[in-house]
């Protein structure tokens, strides 16, 4: 029952440093997807998946890679962290009928991982 | 393209006060409707959803009815507690589109 799982839980970054955060859900999602949320704003759209091996940009996916070789996971990758990269991110999956002419149900979202680049 | 307009926080009320947050959105077509609640230091989770013109999303006490003629979602509770003091979003999915559009957020604090 474990749902969208994200780590790492926090992370500190020096400027020009890279990482990667994981993203794994359980349940079958064919969709995933990477928000950030900087404080007193709501989220924003980084990158997001349909499948496995189809990916594409949001509204801010400058500085950020993503991959979906599998079902299950979705890492998100910054590559030469800024300090405007400070946020949190938000993993998220859901499921949509192929045809779609069943609605979407809605997302289920990670705990987070709180970022801070200095 | 989709918009969600939300309240403006941060609301601040009494315990068993009676609780009303607006949203309002823009759209093609019949998109479905969502309320989701972020509680200190979580991640979101799905309060409330509706799907088509009338249906009413219910979930702990919470509520809101899709009212297509006036595009809005509403939130609203009879009675609220010390444990609904949260950030609560208001977002759509546009039919055929799987991406969320998030309102910004309207901080609820509940005073015992």
């Known amino acids: 029952n474990a749902g969208v799982t994200q780590t790492p839980k926090f992370r500190i970054l020096k400027i020009g440093q890279s990482m990667t955060l994981q993203c794994t859900q359980d349940m079958n999602h064919n969709y995933m997807y990477w928000y950030r949320q900087d404080p007193g704003m709501g989220l924003k759209l980084i990158y997001y998946s349909v499948g496995a091996g189809i990916t594409d940009k949001g509204e801010v996916p400058n500085g950020y890679n993503v991959s979906r070789s599998t079902t299950e996971d979705f890492p998100l990758r910054l590559e030469l962290a800024a300090p405007s990269q400070t946020s949190v991110y938000f993993c998220a999956s859901s499921y949509s009928h192929p045809d779609s002419v069943v609605p979407n149900y809605g997302y289920t979202f990670g705990s987070g991982t709180r970022l801070t680049v200095v | ?112």
């Open chain 2, 1 to 112: 393209g989709n918009s969600v307009t939300q309240m403006e926080g941060p609301v601040t009320l009494s315990e068993e006060a009676f609780l009303t947050i607006n949203c309002t959105y823009t759209a093609t077509g019949y998109p479905s409707l969502f309320w989701y609640v972020q509680y200190p230091g979580e991640g979101l989770q799905l309060l409330l959803k509706a799907t088509k013109a009338d249906d009413k999303g219910s979930n702990k006490g919470f509520e809101a009815t899709y009212r297509k003629e006036t595009t809005s979602f509403h939130l609203e509770k009879g009675s609220v507690q010390v444990s609904d003091s949260a950030v609560y979003f208001c977002a759509l999915i546009g039919f055929g589109n799987e991406k969320l559009t998030f309102g910004t957020g309207t901080r609820l604090t509940i005073i015992p």
